[in-house]
Nanobody, 121 residues
Framework: QVRLVESGGDSVRAGGSLRLSCSAS?????MAWFRQAPGREREGVAV??????TYAESLKDRFTISKDRASNTLYLQIYNLKPEDTAMYYC???????????????????WGQGTQVTVSS
């Protein structure tokens, strides 16, 4: 059982930056960030798998996913925040790769509780 704990969410003004963290209780080879705004479906943001990163096309210019392997901590750096980035951000992990991982949140075995990001204009 992998436990995931997100942190770093905050209320910020548009144009600002945030770094979200996801601390994993043990190694998980395939990890991802998703987000969900009220009334909307969960949306894949980025995937990290053994050094390889994949981003949602519309977000890749402002989002950077990274991982500290020593501490099993996954990060999401967000630049130039926009009001439409307001959402609960979730960390997800799976023991094996998920094909089309950005579009299949149902395929991930482990989830964190989320961290709220609110961006005001």
């Amino acid at each position: 059982q992998v436990r995931l704990v997100e942190s770093g969410g905050d209320s910020v003004r548009a144009g600002g930056s945030l770094r979200l963290s996801c601390s994993a209780s043990e190694f998980a080879g395939y990890m991802a960030w998703f987000r969900q705004a009220p009334g909307r479906e969960r949306e894949g943001v980025a995937v990290y798998s053994r050094g390889t990163t994949t981003y949602a096309e519309s977000l890749k210019d402002r989002f950077t996913i990274s991982k500290d392997r020593a501490s099993n901590t996954l990060y999401l750096q967000i630049y130039n925040l926009k009001p439409e980035d307001t959402a609960m951000y979730y960390c997800a992990a799976n023991p094996w790769p998920v094909q089309s991982g950005l579009s299949r949140p149902d395929a991930y075995k482990y989830w964190g509780q989320g961290t709220q990001v609110t961006v005001s204009s």
